[in-house]
């Protein structure tokens, strides 16, 4: 294998000797931006590390973990679709891993494979970089699937004012709920359900939202999750519409602009992750040499 063929998908450790060895998983993988940027990491902390693709099938992460590990990888990104098993493979997790019932980023340490989620903490951080004010916000998060779990840790944390959950279906977006409960109370927060319709009734919204995050899976498919009656409750030019997804302006995007809203897509959010992975692997104190913004400036124009 070539090193420097970075479309290889069989990152194997074996092919790269004296060189710490990473990778993102997922399937499909080919289109992923992972490789580059973590590139763009190692160039500016001057780390020797190499950083491919994996492709498993889907039913064989484990195996290819397994294998990737034992033949010297030091750390692994994980994504659709294999971020439970992720989670399932990990000796170890860390709390917010835990509690996003998800992991995205793997590392080997004595031989043991601790599990960690930087997901949520990553939108956070590209809110924060973009001038959102998340403390005393009222927040509205589209979807209850495993990307909303994945970032309601860290949103509480932000000590929001208020933050609702809607979904299509009550009974998901009323278990995250349940699940935050504790964490709500302890930063203040309330936290409640709605479904995606009853955003249409403003009695049930109370007002418009500062931040409305979609973490639906509608963004990948070019519809909205909420109608045109319910962006007319939720939206006024002060809120700010974040989507999830990444590359192009979605539908959701779309109904934000049209109200006057602020709006961005997800790329901020998949650099910030990145760069909270770089960190575990490579030591916390690269955090002055790294710079994301420059990063996904990069990207964006790229
Ligand atoms: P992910 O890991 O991307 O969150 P998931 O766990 O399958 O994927 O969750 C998908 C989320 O997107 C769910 O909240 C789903 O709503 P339901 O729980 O009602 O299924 C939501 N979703 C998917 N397609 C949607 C659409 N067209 N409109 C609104 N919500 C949608």
Do not use: C
Request: charged residues 20%.
């Amino acid at each position: 294998m070539n090193p420097a063929h970075s479309n290889d998908l069989h990152t194997d450790p074996n092919q790269f000797p004296g060189v710490d060895v990473y990778a993102v998983a997922g399937n499909p993988i080919t289109h992923s931006k992972s490789p580059a940027i973590h590139k763009r990491f190692s160039e500016q902390s001057n780390q020797k590390m190499h950083y491919g693709r994996l492709q498993p099938a889907l039913d064989e992460f484990a195996t290819t973990a397994q294998s990737f590990f034992a033949a010297g990888g030091q750390g692994m990104n994980v994504t659709v679709p294999f971020k439970l098993d992720a989670q399932a493979f990990a000796d170890e997790l860390t709390p917010r891993a835990k509690l996003a019932g998800a992991v995205n980023t793997l590392r080997i340490e004595n031989g043991k494979i601790f599990g960690d989620n930087t997901d949520g903490a990553g939108l956070v951080r590209d809110l924060l970089a973009q001038g959102i004010q998340t403390q005393g916000a009222r927040i509205l998060l589209l979807g209850a699937g495993g990307a909303a779990r994945g970032v309601l840790g860290p949103l509480l944390e932000q000590a929001p004012k208020e933050l609702i959950i809607a979904n299509r279906s009550n009974a998901k977006a009323d278990e995250l709920v349940q699940l935050f409960a504790k964490l709500a109370t302890v930063h203040q927060a309330v936290l409640q359900s709605l479904t995606l319709s009853d955003l249409e009734d403003i009695s049930k919204t109370a007002s418009h939202f500062d931040l409305i995050i979609n973490a639906t899976a509608a963004g990948l498919s070019d519809v909205s999750p909420i109608s045109d009656i319910a962006a007319s409750n939720i939206f006024i030019p002060q809120s700010f519409a974040y989507d999830m997804v990444y590359g192009k302006v979605t539908a959701f995007m779309q109904q934000a602009l049209h109200r006057g809203s602020r709006v961005s897509d997800g790329l901020g959010m998949l650099v910030e992750q990145a760069a909270d992975a770089f960190l575990i692997w490579r030591g916390e104190h690269l955090n002055e040499v790294i710079d994301s913004r420059a990063v996904l400036a990069e990207l964006r124009a790229s």
